[in-house]
């Protein structure tokens, strides 16, 4: 069964992943910082699906396919798809795939924004660990999904400075108040903030986040 749902899951995240990149919305850009990290994630995402199809057809049907795992990478992705989507609507006009900040920025407290500050970098985490494990792809995991989620970390510091200093204390105090990644986690906050005007902010995601990301 699976060898036949497979192909058809793989086929929707590609789908879903071009529609999303080249459906942006048209806008004035604003001033982006290290953009290459975008590179490096795409370029990583990218071998993550590559390696997860590869491993799938030439290792894990030879070994067998645990069906749990399968599902728990599925219930992954498409809860992550719906978080994302959640983010994206929440952000509107202002959803950017880079570490941009936008003119006439403000700190968004609603939606999945009321509970973390990075609900687009969770799904997106959350994302980069099922694709693999719907195949059973180990390696692709170890390889190509654990230096993911190193990247994507040093981005979110990379954001998270910008913005404290765009934002101030009305980032600082985002940061006091609502948590990184998981409701549940202790609160996180950089304290290399030097800025202390209240400008605007933004957040993005993969990840432009918050209503300006």
Same mark, same amino acid.
């Given at each position: 069964m699976i060898r036949f749902i497979y192909p058809l899951f793989m086929t929707f995240v590609i789908g879903q992943r071009l529609i999303e990149t080249y459906s942006l919305p048209k806008r004035k850009g604003g001033e982006i910082y290290q953009p290459h990290t975008l590179t490096v994630l795409t370029l990583l995402h990218l071998a993550c699906m590559i390696g997860s199809i590869v491993e799938f057809y030439g290792l894990a049907r030879h070994r067998g396919i645990v069906l749990s795992v399968s599902a728990l990478g599925f219930v992954l992705y498409m809860g992550a798809l719906l978080l994302r989507?959640?983010?994206?609507?929440?952000?509107?006009?202002?959803?950017?795939?880079?570490?941009?900040?936008?003119?006439?920025? $403000? /700190? /968004? $407290?609603?939606?999945?924004?009321?509970?973390?500050?990075?609900?687009?970098?969770?799904?997106?985490?959350?994302?980069?660990?099922?694709?693999?494990?719907?195949?059973?792809?180990?390696?692709?995991?170890?390889?190509?999904?654990?230096p993911y989620l190193f990247v994507l970390i040093w981005r979110v510091r990379v954001e998270e400075r910008a913005l404290a200093r765009v934002a101030g204390s009305s980032y600082v105090r985002f940061q006091q108040e609502v948590p990184q990644f998981l409701p549940f986690f202790p609160l996180r906050q950089f304290r290399d903030v030097r800025s202390s005007s209240e400008p605007v902010q933004s957040e993005n995601i993969d990840s432009a986040e918050n209503k300006k990301s």
């Open positions: 989507n959640w983010a994206k609507y929440t952000l509107g006009q202002f959803w950017s795939l880079q570490v941009e900040i936008l003119p006439g920025h $403000r /700190i /968004i $407290r609603e939606g999945p924004y009321q509970f973390v500050r990075h609900p687009a970098y969770t799904a997106i985490m959350m994302e980069i660990i099922g694709i693999p494990l719907v195949a059973n792809a180990y390696w692709t995991f170890i390889f190509f999904s654990i």
